[in-house]
């Protein structure tokens, strides 16, 4: 979910943490948990600073360690430690057990998304990626910021978020039924489907797809059960190619290879040098697809440049990649 999504998760929690009498009947507690609960819903993210690093680095680590199974161990402790240092008065197991709601809560509701996590390493380093909600979903967000908005009005919070996650709970109910129903479509209107990979939008009944079978991509749009297809590219395979092994060392390609599990490739001779680009289906916008890793090799094979990340013209992208127009 969104930076905004975790941080109101972690005070309903703070508010639903009043459920449990020890935190109810001691303020010391109870401040301790809020703190807790709105640091753990956000630790996960905290890799989101190897953006300034590079895209390749973060591509290939965001919601990766961060959100493991030994890190969803770590960060309660962590955590629960530096508070406990701080306010000693606050009871340390119920500290602990709330804080760790948190953090898991957080890793749990991610891989709800078409973006998804590792959240099984180090069993696996697969992807977990359910993409049932919207990285930013208007109703969780919503209903989230209602229940705090009335606990400041003084309703019982407790009351307010078992209420609201109960009506959440429903809604995750409802929304993997609507996902078994657009994939149940797309396979009608694509016969021979190996491999569909649905991306909700903030729009409740629009989804984004991208379709495998054997010979062919397919790019759609799912709209209220309606399936629209709106680009079909061939499925070639990977050629033997002294251009493509080369441009594959590269830290921007590697990285996007490692995450993006739909593409099309191209390779192209451009002037004086190659240029190698692969092309995620998965994020269709306005006739374009913003996310890519291109690689510019001279004619001896030597990278000279190269790119991974979202952009939205190909003029950005030369810029990028310090390529002047052709």
Known sequence: MDTGTHFVMGM??????????????????????????????????????????????????????????????????????????????????????????????????????????????????????????????????????????????????????????????????????????????????IPGARKIVLSPTMNYHRWKVAVTTKNCYYVAMAYNGYVTVLDKFDRTPLPESEILDAAKHDKNLSAFLSFSPVYRWEITEVKDHHEVRFIDLRYRSNGFYPFVAVVKLDQNLKIISSYTGWIFSEEKLRKRMKVLPE
Request: proline share 5%.
């Open 12 to 189: 309903a929690l703070g508010g639903l943490a009043t459920i449990d009498p020890v935190v109810a009947d001691n303020a010391f507690t109870a401040q301790a948990v809020m703190l807790g609960t709105i640091i753990g819903s956000q630790a996960p993210d905290i890799d989101t600073v190897l953006k300034l690093r590079n895209n390749a680095v973060y591509i290939r680590n965001h919601r990766g360690i961060t959100h493991s199974i030994p890190a969803v161990l770590l960060w309660p402790l962590l955590i629960t430690g530096v508070l406990y240092t701080f306010m000693p008065e606050a009871n340390l197991l119920h500290l602990w057990i709330w804080t760790f709601i948190a953090v898991f809560l957080h890793v749990f509701v991610d891989i709800f998304n078409a973006y998804g996590t590792q959240a099984l390493r180090p069993i696996t380093p697969r992807w977990v990626a359910l993409g049932v909600i919207n990285t930013f979903d208007p109703f969780i967000f919503g209903i989230h910021v209602a229940g705090l908005i009335l606990w400041g009005f003084g309703s019982d919070p407790a009351l307010t978020f078992v209420i609201i996650y109960v009506f959440i709970m429903a809604y995750y109910v409802i929304r993997f039924r609507e996902h078994y129903k657009v994939k149940k479509a797309v396979k009608l209107h």
